[in-house]
């Protein structure tokens, strides 16, 4: 049976080197948000929910269970995301359950968005993960703590429901984060022969889609793809914004791209705009490089350092248009800020900050 799991497991690594080659060039994760452009359905509620069970936990993948509607495949039960699976049935063998569990759910894709760019993104899963739209993989991955997403636009039936299966399995190996290691054995409610779960740190192994699922639209042609911003305090007191913006293209005109630093308040800051040369070869992503200058700047400080104005947020708004007349809008909070190292103290602004303490997670303020 440990042949087995390794079997799995190996599969898994396949699936995500192929992941990464057929992706070619890598695309950026920026937080979906709403705009002129832009629109974002939230997947969370109830979906359907089925552990693996079988001796060697591979009969979802023998049987191909995303080929089909999850129900079929045998009983299934309602489960919260986003969730831990752990804590909410009154089942102990799906509290304990270590392998390939497998969601379900139908989503509707509005015919509004014929024509544009359709992203399925997942904002946690824990731990390793694969995602099917319509019974076709579309993302692997690995890691329990950052969002990940594919491009779906090719795949979906617009104006009809579309299926969405996702099968995760919480095993840890010693090269996790958080580690852990299988053993020969373990509790009464895993099948015999086969393997438990051992962990060397101060909370559960819960598991699942940890945090929410997404669908969200990009206009075709052009979107504002990734974003870099480094902050540099200046003898006179103003800050140099820097930015790097990676724009993505899907055809061979030149594109311009606005950058503007809004106050909280709406009224303009400062702002600069860039004429990005066109694709060599189409599609291809575009990098726009500069500085913002701000005078006066209102900076962003911690609530215990700054009483009048602590955690000040700018918004940068940046619009990428093609020679089509085809724009993108994409909007942010910004707070600028510096953080250095001193000796041995940590600086906010160039000013010490005192630190309480760090990796608290006590759920109670008064032991906080």
């Not at 591979?58 to 191909?64: K, S, T």
């Not at 024509?115 to 995602?131: C, T």
């Not at 993302?139 to 703590?145: D, L, P, T, Y």
């Not at 305090?233 to 103003?238: E, V």
């Amino acid at each position: 049976m440990l042949l087995r799991s390794v079997a799995m497991l190996g599969l898994l690594i396949f699936r995500l080197i192929a992941a990464v080659v057929c992706l070619g060039t890598a695309r950026g994760l920026l937080y979906p948000r709403e705009s002129e452009s832009r629109e974002v359905k939230v997947l969370d509620g109830l979906w359907q929910f089925r552990a693996d069970f079988s001796p060697s936990r591979d009969e979802g993948f023998v049987n191909q269970w995303y080929s089909q509607p999850l129900a079929t495949t045998g009983e299934v039960m309602p489960m919260p995301v986003p969730s831990s699976w752990n804590d909410i049935t009154q089942n102990a063998s799906i509290k304990e359950y270590i392998g390939w569990v497998w969601y379900e759910r139908e989503a509707w894709v509005p015919a509004l968005w014929t024509g544009l760019e359709i992203v399925l993104r997942f904002e946690s899963a824990h731990y390793n993960a694969i995602a099917w739209v319509n019974g076709v993989e579309v993302v692997s991955h690995s890691g329990g703590h950052l969002p990940f997403q594919a491009n779906i636009t090719d795949l979906v039936k617009m104006g009809a429901p579309n299926r969405i299966t996702v099968a995760i399995n919480n095993t840890l190996t010693p090269h996790t984060l958080p580690p852990g290691t299988l053993t020969h054995g373990g509790p009464p409610e895993l099948p015999e022969g086969f393997v438990s779960l051992n962990y060397q740190f101060d909370f559960y192994n819960y598991a699942g889609l940890h945090r929410p699922v997404k669908l969200y639209t990009t206009p075709l042609s052009v979107h504002v793809d990734d974003v870099t911003l480094v902050t540099s305090l200046l003898a006179n007191g103003s800050v140099d914004l820097s930015y790097t913006v990676d724009v993505f293209v899907s055809d061979s005109g030149p594109v311009e791209l606005q950058i503007i630093l809004r106050e909280k308040e709406g009224g303009s800051a400062v702002s600069a705009s860039l004429q990005l040369p066109g694709c060599q070869k189409s599609p291809c992503v575009l990098t726009g490089n500069g500085q913002l200058l701000v005078n006066n700047p209102r900076l962003w400080w911690p609530w215990t350092m700054e009483p009048n104005d602590p955690g000040y947020l700018y918004q940068l708004e940046m619009v990428a248009t093609t020679s089509a007349k085809v724009s993108d809008y994409y909007r942010m909070p910004v707070g600028l800020r510096t953080v250095s190292l001193g000796t041995p103290q940590l600086n906010i602004n160039g000013k010490p900050f005192y630190f309480h303490g760090v990796d608290k997670h006590e759920d109670a303020d008064v032991r906080t």
